[in-house]
């Protein structure tokens, strides 16, 4: 079946510290790739995604590119800040035989930002 | 507010009494996930339903658990005779189900089994 690995937590990083949570993918079929976003005691916000290979996610200065060659789907930001602290998820979304397109969730990177 | 909105957002129950959750989708989608999330853990896919019909429920337990997405109203999360171990946050998601729709998430329901 399908499946995400991404990069455990916690992650610490100083504001304006280079971003980079890793994550890969296992898929039988074309899958699209998403990060979420989730901030304490909130649902999940839509990060970015990317639904062919090659293509390029990115808002809010994030940004991930769908690599087919290698099932990944890394997340990047050049410079975080401390408003970017919560809980990142990378999924992957494929027709699963039922007519349904489930997310399939990796376990979550923690990012903590410190001024 | 045109968002996923989900209802309440904390249940507590003790064990074998009955849960039900609410889920509203956003305004023009007729497609709801639901989804449980463990304490440190990531989201399970539990059902999929467009209105009156469930399309994929491979991922609800057995027993105990029911889902509808009746012609009017909201999505309901059945759980019956609670046990500790459904303590966790349940999550809603709508699409519009067009192919690979993005999903819109609900705040969801943090249920806690006493």
């Known amino acids: 079946g399908d499946s995400v690995t991404q990069m455990e937590g916690p992650v610490t990083l100083s504001e304006e510290a280079f971003l980079t949570i890793n994550c890969t993918y296992t898929a039988t079929g074309y899958p699209s790739l998403f990060w979420y976003v989730q901030y304490p005691g909130e649902g999940l916000q839509l990060l970015l995604k990317?639904?062919?290979?090659?293509d390029k996610g990115s808002n809010k200065g994030f940004e991930a590119t769908y690599r087919k060659e290698t099932t990944s789907f890394h997340l990047e930001k050049g410079s975080v800040q401390v408003s970017d602290s919560a809980v990142y998820f990378c999924?992957?979304?494929?027709?699963?035989?039922?007519?349904?397109?489930?997310?399939?969730f990796g376990k979550g990177t923690k990012l903590s930002v410190i001024p | 507010n045109a968002g996923v909105m989900q209802n309440p957002r904390h249940l507590v129950r003790r064990r074998g009494q009955e849960a039900r959750l609410r889920c509203s989708p956003m305004?023009?989608?007729?497609?709801v996930y639901w989804y449980r999330q463990l304490p440190e853990e990531g989201l399970k896919f539990m059902v999929y339903?467009?209105?009156?019909?469930?399309?994929?429920e491979s991922g609800m337990p057995k027993e105990r658990f029911s889902a509808e997405f009746p012609k009017e109203g909201p999505s309901i999360l059945r759980i019956q005779q609670v046990v500790r171990g459904d303590s966790a946050a349940y999550f809603c998601?709508?699409?519009?189900?067009?192919?690979?729709?993005?999903?819109?998430f609900g705040p969801g329901t943090r249920l806690l089994v006493l």
């Open positions: 998601a709508s699409s519009s189900g067009r192919g690979q729709e993005t999903q819109y």
């Open positions: 305004k023009g989608h007729s497609h």
């Open positions: 999924a992957l979304s494929d027709e699963s035989g039922a007519g349904s397109y489930q997310l399939t």
């Open positions: 990317a639904t062919k290979a090659d």
């Open positions: 339903l467009q209105k009156e019909n469930i399309i994929d």
